[in-house]
């Protein structure tokens, strides 16, 4: 099956910085979405975005399915944005989705 | 619209019980996943349920099993519970197939 990988696994950020996460996958994939889970366990859907670039506030995201990777903007970062990041595109078939290993962002004043 | 919900939040139970855990999907979405989170095995898929049918399957065994009524609610069942089935157990929601999914809060499942 599909491998997808995320880089870094771990991210300490001072409060304002920038940050770039990214997301390896294997196979071509017809989308992918992003998930910040947040402290209580619950997966917040950021993107979805099949290939290009789409920007909501401070995070933007940006696909390239050619060459099979999607990177993560986070811009002028806060405490608030601290948690796990997943990446996943479906795979096999249907709305199965394969994660990543997730990229946990803590953010220090 | 409401979000996609599950029951219940929080759940212990010991081995070699059984549990039924619930999930409502966003309304109008009839497409149900549900993935398994632990430690050490991250997010895995277990199944997915669209229009009261089995669309797909991950490499569980038989003790898990799902259905899904004709609201689209979805109820997933893991019968003879070991410790590790100890995890968070979290559904998803879509309209359709390879559509956007959205996930419930999860119900953490303790096993003792």
């Known amino acids: 099956g599909i491998q997808v990988e995320q880089s870094p696994p771990d991210l300490i950020l001072q409060e304002g910085a920038n940050s770039t996460l990214r997301c390896n996958f294997s196979?071509?994939?017809?989308?992918l979405q992003w998930f910040h889970q947040n402290p209580w366990g619950q997966l917040i859907n950021l993107f979805y975005?099949?290939?290009g670039t789409k920007q909501n506030g401070r995070l933007s995201a940006t696909t390239v399915a050619t060459e099979r990777y999607s990177l993560l903007y986070i811009s002028s970062s806060q405490t608030t944005d601290s948690g796990v990041y997943f990446c996943?595109?479906?795979?096999?078939?249907?709305?199965?989705?394969?994660f990543g290993t997730g990229t946990q962002l803590k953010v220090e004043l | 619209k409401a979000g996609v919900t599950q029951t219940p939040r929080y759940l212990i139970k010991t081995r070699g019980q059984q549990v039924t855990l619930s999930c409502s999907p966003i309304s109008g979405h009839r497409s149900v996943s549900w993935y398994q989170q632990t430690p050490g095995q991250g997010l895995q898929f277990l199944f997915e349920y669209f229009s009261e049918t089995q669309r797909n399957k991950g490499n569980f065994p038989g003790r898990f099993s799902g259905r899904q009524f004709s609201n689209s609610r979805s109820e997933m069942n893991v019968s003879t519970l070991e410790l590790g089935d100890s995890a968070l157990y979290l559904c998803a929601s879509s309209l359709r197939s390879y559509n956007e999914q959205f996930f419930g809060p999860g119900t953490r499942l303790t096993v003792l």
């Open positions: 996943a595109p479906p795979t096999g078939g249907g709305n199965k989705l394969t």
């Open positions: 975005i099949p290939s």
């Open positions: 196979d071509s994939v017809n989308n």
